[in-house]
T-cell receptor, first 110, second 117 residues
Framework: KAGVTQTPRYLIKTRGQQVTLSCSPI?????VSWYQQTPGQGLQFLFE???????NKGNFPGRFSGRQFSNSRSEMNVSTLELGDSALYLC?????????FGPGTRLTVL | AQTVTQSQPEMSVQEAETVTLSCTYD???????LFWYKQPPSRQMILVIR??????QNATENRFSVNFQKAAKSFSLKISDSQLGDAAMYFC??????????????FGKGTHLIIQP
């Protein structure tokens, strides 16, 4: 089976812009989670989607949003980018209990 | 809220030796999952091993094994016959089972493992 794919792999944006990241889960996986990884804060949970419904959200401002489509693909959106949003954004798809990660999208905000 | 603590920011081991990475966690749940993930310089997060809390038997995957002490809330990873390719950041992670685990994974800060040739 193909693994989790994320696009794009690298992005450079400027403050105030918005960005959309995409994640395609492993075939058959209906749950997709997003994480932010920074040197200072480590790995933090953003949100999880299951069957097009957001089941939970981490402690992030409303500028961070996401959605999931009927084919389980997911997107996350960050509006009004800030310098502190520079991070590696990881997507994971899961069967009950275990999450498998994609290669990540490296976002740089200038 | 659950917390995961990795007290060793960095560990170094000689190639072919054995190393143990420590992890402790705090939770009020009785049913949960614990994981070790490896993140090499490529930044790809790779699942190393998983443990279900209701299983008393420690999980093993080839050279990787865990020592799961539920009462002590301890979950250490032992790597036997260390290889150069084992060099990476290792993250301990917790996932509860309430609500189907919708809270996502809670990660420790990581342990940087260095393999000396």
């Amino acid at each position: 089976k193909a693994g989790v794919t994320q696009t794009p792999r690298y992005l450079i944006k400027t403050r105030g812009q918005q960005v959309t990241l995409s994640c395609s889960p492993i075939s058959g996986h209906r749950s997709v989670s997003w994480y932010q990884q920074t040197p200072g804060q480590g790995l933090q949970f953003l949100f999880e989607y299951f069957s097009e419904t957001q089941r939970n959200k981490g402690n992030f401002p409303g500028r961070f949003s996401g959605r999931q489509f009927s084919n389980s693909r997911s997107e996350m959106n960050v509006s009004t980018l800030e310098l502190g949003d520079s991070a590696l954004y990881l997507c994971a798809s899961s069967l009950p209990g275990t999450q498998y990660f994609g290669p990540g999208t490296r976002l740089t905000v200038l | 809220a659950q917390t995961v603590t990795q007290s060793q920011p960095e560990m170094s081991v000689q190639e072919a030796e054995t190393v143990t990475l420590s992890c402790t966690y705090d939770t009020s749940e009785s049913d949960y999952y614990l994981f070790w993930y490896k993140q090499p310089p490529s930044r790809q997060m790779i699942l190393v091993i998983r443990q279900e809390a209701y299983k008393q038997q420690n999980a093993t995957e080839n050279r990787f094994s865990v020592n799961f002490q539920k009462a002590a809330k301890s979950f250490s990873l032992k790597i036997s016959d260390s290889q150069l390719g084992d060099a990476a950041m290792y993250f301990c992670a917790y996932r509860g089972s309430k609500g189907g685990g919708a809270d996502g994974l809670t990660f420790g800060k990581g342990t940087h493992l260095i393999i000396q040739p």
